[in-house]
């Protein structure tokens, strides 16, 4: 079937560094991808988006890149602070429909 | 900054019971969305909604759920039968056309005893 999915579920980063969290998706269909920041008992915040016509783009310390040849999405944040700590999620939007289908979602951890 | 907002932020139902939960999207969006998530799952999709009426909608969303925007500014989710699955975070999110940004509320959280 159709997914989105998460390489990696915990990521512990020290404070400073960069972060990578990664999602394969398998939707060669979808043209609209978002990273959401999920912090505990809050809904999905909102981050970084990109279209398939684009294979990067940044925002504020965060940068998602699109691989399209192996469906493949990722978000890097840089310099990572503590109030990253968060589980995040990929979802994807395909061209026929307004759903957004959700990632299971990888859990940052920003040790200090 | 304009923000979605939901109404309560907990309810707690008895098997059985209806429930209606209550989202106030971001005034000058169109598009409306309901999702769920269990405790530790991911996020799912139940419906979407545009110009007064359900434009796509997941196999979660049976019988037993219904929306409605019964005035210019809420947006309604009733579950008319809660079972015990139906416990679950319920976020409503709204976007200003298909392909932007959905914009999430805080959410709901549904417990059916």
């Known amino acids: 079937g159709e997914s989105v999915g998460l390489h990696l579920p915990t990521l512990s980063v020290q404070e400073g560094d960069n972060s990578i969290i990664n999602c394969a998706y398998s939707n060669s269909a979808s043209d609209y991808f978002i990273w959401y920041k999920q912090e505990s008992g809050k809904g999905p915040q909102f981050i970084i988006d990109i279209r398939s016509n684009m294979d990067k783009r940044q925002g504020q310390r965060v940068t998602v890149l699109l691989n399209k040849t192996v469906k493949h999405l990722s978000l890097q944040i840089a310099a990572t602070q503590p109030g990253d700590s968060a589980v995040y999620f990929c979802?994807?939007?395909?061209?026929?429909?307004?759903?957004?289908?959700f990632g299971g979602g990888t859990r940052v951890l920003v040790k200090p | 900054e304009p923000e979605v907002t939901q109404t309560p932020s907990h309810q707690v139902t008895q098997m059985g019971q209806e429930v209606i939960l209550r989202c106030v999207p971001i005034s000058n969006h169109l598009y409306f969305y309901w999702y769920r998530q269990i405790l530790g799952q991911k996020v799912e999709f139940l419906v979407s909604?545009?110009?007064?009426?359900?434009?796509?909608k997941s196999e979660i969303f049976d019988d037993q759920f219904s929306v409605e925007r019964p005035d210019g500014s809420n947006f309604t989710l009733k579950i008319r039968s809660t079972k015990l699955e139906d416990s679950a975070m319920y976020f409503c999110?709204?976007?200003?056309?298909?392909?932007?940004?959905?914009?999430f509320g805080p959410g709901t959280r549904l417990t059916v005893t």
């Open positions: 909604f545009y110009n007064n009426e359900i434009s796509e």
């Open positions: 979802a994807e939007n395909p061209t026929w429909g307004n759903k957004l289908t």
């Open positions: 999110a709204s976007s200003t056309a298909r392909t932007y940004e959905q914009y």
